[in-house]
DNA sequence: ACAGTTATTGTACATCGTCCAGATTTGCGG
DNA sequence: CCGCAAATCTGGACGATGTACAATAACTGT
């Protein structure tokens, strides 16, 4: 599993990339969104704020790290459940991704921002996706629904986080409305797409 | 319906409010969201960037302003049509959100990150409200239902301003699922939050 | 006419992302 | 073993940003 290293002259670094997003998170979680600043990453780590372009092309592109680590922590919780209910399966993917989201303020914009290709991000909506299928959906409409839960879970949460009013129990409820209303399409099961 | 102005002292101001919010919002169609910029609006309406802080105390009430306004323009184009079906109304209501935010780009996230108390926020929250009543929902449910409505119409065009792969067929499938829902919830009408 | 209040401007400061030029360190081919 | 090319890092700088401060000009009520 270890990259295959194109062995490149030079002197070795001081760092890791890694090391580079894990302050960028600490930066996230103790100061929040506005304040993970590439001079704030670059001394929190001891380097010069310019070293930081030896590891990131630019700030969006650690941003697009920072947003991927975040859904990894996330599909690391979610491993070995797949004999309960698809109801339940989808309701502890949202809990987590959630719990995760709130957790460190301002990620949900990260999320919003990059738009959802890295692989831990794939990895999720596959995850979402056995279980939509499982939920007896095909797959175009799996796919849809998949998208719909995405749709749901951040905009709550980035809804959420500008006004701390709404709280888990509205949640919840929408995510019932929305997983009912999953339901019923998977029981008629007809035309996709179409209908009136 | 004019303000009684309460006449005070000083030279009269070279502009309105609302001069710099139709700056702001030319910047935002023409530039988009990043371009959204003290001295660009200052420029753009010929004064000094500080004398902006004579009509809002900092940027963020500018953005706010701007946030208001975006949405009055959907609250005017949805006036006189209360006779039509609820799912109808929540379609269109729906349908020219979108279409607004989608008009400018980035404008979302000036919703997503301005809370949503605005007058006319609050007006396209009651309009909003109104229908699902209308739909069979006490009030609790309607007010819940308005909240996931909104998650949904904001998040959807969040990802989809991100990610242009998403398409307008996808929007009105997962719109469609969750009024399932949300009907579903209507003919049973049983305790509210409480169910496992 | 005078005094108080306000609008606007010029200037300045801190902070940001990022570029550029150098110095330094490393690996590889001769 | 020795230079050459490549890569890392630093110091310094540039332009842009939001916004504070002081001064000036315009206006109102006494």
Partial sequence: MTEAHPVRPGPRR???????????????????AERVTIRGIAARVGIAPNAV?????????????????????????????SSSP????VHALA?????ELLAHP???YLLLGSSLDGRNAQAIGAALLTILTDAGLDRDAA???AHLLNV????????????????AGQFQWGLDRLL?????????????????
Wanted: proline share 2%.
């Fill in 53 to 81: 372009y030896t590891y990131f092309p630019d700030k969006a592109a650690v941003l697009r790290g920072l947003a991927e680590q975040l859904l990894g922590r996330v599909h690391d919780n979610q491993e070995g459940d």
């Fill in 95 to 99: 809990r987590d991704l959630r719990n």
């Fill in 14 to 32: 001081t760092l890791s990339e890694q090391a580079i997003l894990d302050a960028a998170l600490a930066l996230l979680a103790e100061l929040g």
């Fill in 86 to 89: 698809w109801r339940d399966r």
């Fill in 180 to 196: 009912d209303g999953l339901a019923a399409h998977a029981g008629t099961r007809r035309n996709h797409h179409g209908s009136a």
């Fill in 143 to 145: 796919a849809d629904a």
């Fill in 152 to 167: 749901y879970i951040l905009g709550s949460v980035a809804l959420e986080t500008t006004d701390p009013a709404t709280a």
């Fill in 106 to 108: 301002g990620s949900v």
